[in-house]
């Protein structure tokens, strides 16, 4: 693997350069598809180039021009595509995610000092901002259809904007000199809300060092170099059982825990939920959830749908684009 790839699925990878493109041959003779899927449907691409583009309006600017046939778009260019009457394919997703790193030696270890900063905050105002007015509250960390436990462990369970109480627990525990990481390719309202942030916390008297990082750089920060404080980074799922390694277990390096969150009470109910079958279990995930959220281990703030247009092309989205579904239009 480290030379080349092995797989089953409908389009094999041929080429990378990464952070640039990445290109994929249709694999001939597959017939294991979802729903007994094939690659032999008329309007199968017959060669994929996946290509990083971190601006939003670069994207939708190239699906304009036909020089892309798909892309998603969180931010106000959407508006654009749609009056353009580009098709798009619709998927529900957890946008605004606030996670501290409990590391040993950094401030955010200090769960006084996480609920200080979450009360610092206007959650609301940030995903007014966030999602360009078009957004949601946050009710789970499980948003992608179909979703296995809907519900709502988020409300009551955030500490609420309180500047006062934060101001007092972020006097006492002296001066601070955070750094915020968040995506440069969440679009333009990722950047703004990331600004008031700051804003909000700098308020306060906290000193915030806000860096925007392009996807592959925030990866590379938060599961290796390790030198963040906070960072807004969705992680979409459809069962709540598909987060618990990013919420518990061994720490990055050495497991994907990049945060180091260490919560009792959420370990012990994943280990009940897990017990008990199907939706049995979910309002036990949900109490798990919670616990996390009143610990200010994790911050979930902002959902929206977000919209992959496509232009000369069809294709389906819970969540990604689905291989088998991808059709290329005639002109």
Not at 75 to 89: C, K, M, T, V
Not at 151 to 171: F, I, M, N, R
Not at 211 to 217: C, E, L, V, Y
Request: aromatic share 6%.
């Amino acid at each position: 693997l480290a030379q080349g790839t092995a797989g089953t699925g409908p389009f094999e990878l041929t080429e990378a350069a990464p952070g640039e493109q990445y290109t994929y041959q249709v694999r001939d003779g597959y017939t294991w598809g979802p729903n007994g899927a094939t690659t032999a449907t008329e309007g199968t691409p017959a060669t994929v180039v996946m290509k990083i583009v971190q601006n939003e309006t670069t994207s939708a600017n190239l699906l304009l021009s036909g020089d892309l046939n798909a892309a998603a778009i969180i931010g106000p260019d959407a508006e654009r595509l749609d009056q353009a009457g580009l098709f798009s394919a619709k998927t529900p997703a957890l946008l605004g995610e606030q996670w501290y790193n409990h590391a040993e030696g950094r401030a955010t270890s200090d769960q006084d000092v996480r609920v200080a900063l979450t009360q610092a905050l206007d959650l609301a105002e940030l995903q007014n901002v966030l999602t360009s007015g078009k957004g949601t509250p946050a009710t789970t960390l499980t948003t992608l259809e179909p979703t296995a436990c809907p519900g709502d462990s988020v409300s009551g369970s955030v500490p609420a904007t309180d500047t006062e109480a934060a101001k007092a627990v972020l006097d006492a525990a002296g001066p601070l000199d955070l750094t915020f990481l968040y995506s440069t390719g969440g679009g333009s309202g990722v950047a703004a809300a990331a600004e008031l942030a700051v804003q909000q916390w700098e308020a306060l008297g906290i000193k915030v060092t806000a860096k925007g990082q392009d996807d592959t750089a925030l990866q590379g920060t938060i599961f290796g170099a390790g030198d963040w404080d906070i960072a807004w980074v969705p992680l979409n799922v459809n069962s709540p059982d598909q987060v618990v390694p990013f919420l518990s277990g061994p720490a990055a390096p050495d497991g994907t825990n990049f945060s180091a969150i260490e919560n009792a009470d959420y370990e012990a109910g994943v280990k009940k939920a897990s017990a008990m079958p199907g939706e049995e279990g979910c309002a036990t995930w949900l109490e798990a959830e919670s616990a996390l959220f009143a610990a200010a281990d994790i911050v979930p703030f902002a959902n929206n749908v977000v919209q992959t247009f496509g232009a000369g092309a069809e294709f389906e989205t819970p969540g990604q684009i689905v291989p088998t579904s991808i059709r290329m239009l005639a002109e």
